[in-house]
């Protein structure tokens, strides 16, 4: 099987290709913005390897027909470019810091008020809509997305319930505090990684 000699330029070859309904200019921006992107990568991470860099990135068909569906709110895919003129691109209508913070905070909020129902509920509902926003953003990977959600909202969630449920889990409040804090700094430093990896 031959095997490409620069799988860079073949990655933007195929968004490229998938970004033909594109304007030139708007696919000449996608294009350069992620050639940009991949640089940098490369140069904070220079022990990942290019495949995981750009499986990181996405599928080139997924990324495409997210700009197409960006540039449907500017100009009509698919008209001419005008010279001299550059519509701005929506980036996304939620800005990335949002789901981030619908992740973490309302935690938090749980953690100060245990007895309190509705702070419990409240947290729970806050971080449901906080994971779904993240998994619809634009501004990360399907890598980054899954971890995140893996991270921040199932597996947190599958703890408190073994804790809650379970005769195991020691008795008093230090015990308690001591895993509140836990979950809280896995939360925090899930966030903080996924906002240094979101996309611009």
């Known amino acids: 099987m031959k095997t490409s000699a620069d799988p860079v330029r073949d990655y933007l070859s195929a968004v490229e290709r998938e970004a033909s309904a594109l304007p030139a200019d708007r696919r000449r921006e996608l294009l350069a913005d992620l050639a940009e992107h991949i640089e940098v990568t490369r140069a904070e991470r220079p022990h990942v390897t290019i495949g995981v860099v750009l499986a990181e990135l996405g599928d080139p068909r ?3 027909a997210t700009a197409l569906a960006e540039a449907g709110d500017g100009v009509a895919v698919g008209a001419p470019a005008h010279s001299g ?6 980036r996304g209508k939620v800005h990335p810091l949002v789901p981030l913070l619908m ?5 938090l909020l749980a953690a100060v008020f ?7 509920f409240c947290s729970t509902l806050f971080r449901v809509i906080g994971a779904v926003l993240l998994c619809t953003s634009v501004h990360w990977s399907t890598v980054r997305k899954t971890t995140g959600v ?10 408190i319930s073994v804790w809650t449920w379970s005769s195991a889990a020691p008795a008093g409040d230090t015990p308690a505090t001591l895993a509140n804090l836990a979950t809280l700094a896995l939360l925090a430093g899930t966030a903080a990684w996924l906002w240094r990896g979101r996309r611009a």
Do not use: C
């Open 85 to 90: 003129a550059h519509a701005p691109v929506r």
């Open 62 to 64: 997924t990324i495409a």
């Open 103 to 107: 992740l973490t905070l309302p935690f």
């Open 150 to 159: 893996l991270l921040t909202a199932v597996l947190p969630t599958l703890a």
């Open 114 to 120: 245990p007895h309190v129902p509705a702070a419990g």
